[in-house]
């Protein structure tokens, strides 16, 4: 069973970056699409940002499209959300899942059944 850890969340301030880590403790995490999603207080989790197997394809949230950048690392079994220009309403919970044999696309649409990590918190304040 896939485990995840998200890393690197952090209080900030508006136009400010914060790149995220989500490490994942399997052998075959290159079988595996990863996809981020955040939860602010009060709202649905929402999807964010979505990276398939190999890394060559990706998918986003409109609000995420120019600011954030989703890549991999399969040696070091680790996916990485940039975040650049960071504003108030991205202040929330940041989760990664991850689901074997997905496309990035696919990874938008929630599913409980998807691993997924305790989240890390990203707090954008001046």
């Known amino acids: 069973q896939v485990q995840l850890v998200e890393s690197w969340g952090g209080l900030v301030q508006p136009g400010e970056s914060l790149r995220l880590s989500c490490a994942a403790s399997?052998?075959?995490?290159?079988?595996?699409?990863v996809g981020w999603f955040r939860q602010a207080p009060g709202k649905d989790r929402e999807f964010v940002a979505a990276?398939?197997?190999?890394?060559?394809?990706?998918y986003y949230a409109d609000f995420a499209k120019g600011r954030f950048t989703v890549s991999r690392d399969n040696a070091k079994n680790t996916v990485f959300l940039q975040m650049n220009n960071l504003g108030s309403e991205d202040t929330a919970v940041y989760h990664c899942?991850?689901?074997?044999?997905?496309?990035?696309?696919?990874?938008?649409?929630?599913?409980?059944?998807?691993?997924w990590g305790q989240g890390t918190q990203v707090t954008v304040s001046s």
């Open positions: 899942a991850a689901r074997p044999g997905a496309s990035a696309q696919a990874m938008s649409v929630f599913s409980r059944d998807d691993a």
């Open positions: 399997v052998r075959t995490f290159n079988n595996y699409a």
């Open positions: 990276v398939n197997w190999r890394g060559d394809y990706t």
